[in-house]
């Protein structure tokens, strides 16, 4: 088997695995599929993969025509083994936690073809730690995706001391075939976007604890302020407080820096249930759509 090559015109050796059903995974897998790559989505969830599946195909069709390309077959599956088999990349996008993220990446190492490209949607964590557990450090590296994947531009593609050039132009490569912009970034806890990020979304939780002003009126001044398209909290409603929770334990423990320490509001509401969007509950109430009810539930 060869591994990917961005040269190859029709991408027939160009064959996706997906790891990992949530709201990340699906728009990976759409992504690719929109891209006209053949994509498998692999979940041991039960229930996971066909929810995932019909986010994919309700979209993939429109997703491509907007692009004018040919769309992929998406083929699902709940065994990690089957869905890899024959895959020349393969993208981990399962919850952020480095445990769970490195047993993936154990498998993976023994697995996986040799050649395959081996990416990890992580945030936060260390791509030297999972390439490590991986035990191919050359074809291990970071491509870190924006929610929702199909749609946000960025990827965010972190090459650790151990990857490889080759690896790095092949991530690189990939970006531009699924029509993302791709800034290659060293690998340090965060990374760019994600210490940036959670810096902005710390203070803006702590704005509102400290009863300064609302999330409402904190979102409205981050877009219309600063042009952001997304305020800070709702965002962290849109990834997950109980993600955005790991993002920040993951980083104050690599950087050892107190900014990074989750506020207690966000603790407070993530023991509460309060998860964001996907639990209906968090910075503010949410539709089974998604959509905001009323005016924000904290400040």
Same mark, same amino acid.
């Given at each position: 088997m060869n591994q990917f090559s961005p040269t190859d015109p029709d991408r027939a050796m160009a064959k996706v695995a997906v790891i990992g059903g949530g709201t990340m995974g699906r728009g990976i897998a759409l992504a690719a599929v929109a891209a006209g790559l053949d994509t498998? =989505?692999?979940d041991q969830k039960p229930g996971?993969? $066909?929810t995932a599946s019909r986010y994919v195909t309700d979209r993939a069709d429109r997703l491509a025509h907007e692009r004018g390309q040919t769309v992929g077959r998406l083929t699902v599956a709940d065994d990690l083994e089957l869905a890899i088999n024959g895959a020349t990349i393969v993208i981990e996008a399962v919850v %952020?936690?480095?445990d769970v993220k490195r047993q993936v990446f154990q498998t993976l190492g023994r697995i996986a073809h040799p050649d395959a490209l081996l990416a990890s949607n992580t945030s936060t &964590?260390?791509?030297f730690d999972l390439a490590d557990a991986a035990g191919r450090s050359d074809r291990v590296i970071g491509m870190h995706f924006f929610n929702p994947a199909h749609r946000m531009r960025l990827v965010e593609v972190v090459a650790a001391s151990t990857t490889s050039d080759a690896t790095r132009a092949d991530a690189v490569a990939l970006c531009r075939v699924l029509g993302k912009e791709p800034i290659v970034v060293a690998d340090v806890a965060g990374f760019v976007t994600s210490r940036l990020g959670l810096l902005l979304g710390n %203070? $803006? @939780?702590r704005i509102v604890a400290e009863g300064t002003a609302t999330a409402a009126d904190v979102d409205t001044a981050m877009r219309l302020g600063y042009n952001h398209p997304m305020g800070p909290l709702e965002l962290a409603d =849109?990834?997950? &407080?109980d993600a955005r929770l790991d993002n920040l334990r993951s980083v104050a %423990?690599? @950087?050892?820096?107190?900014e990074f320490a989750p506020p207690p509001l966000l603790s407070e509401m993530v023991e509460a249930g309060h998860l964001g969007r996907k639990s209906g509950h968090g910075f503010y109430h949410y539709d089974a759509d998604g959509t905001i009810l009323d005016g924000p539930s904290h400040g």
């Open positions: 498998t =989505l692999v996971v993969v $066909a %952020e936690r480095p &964590l260390s791509i %203070e $803006a @939780m =849109l990834v997950g &407080l %423990e690599r @950087m050892d820096r107190s």
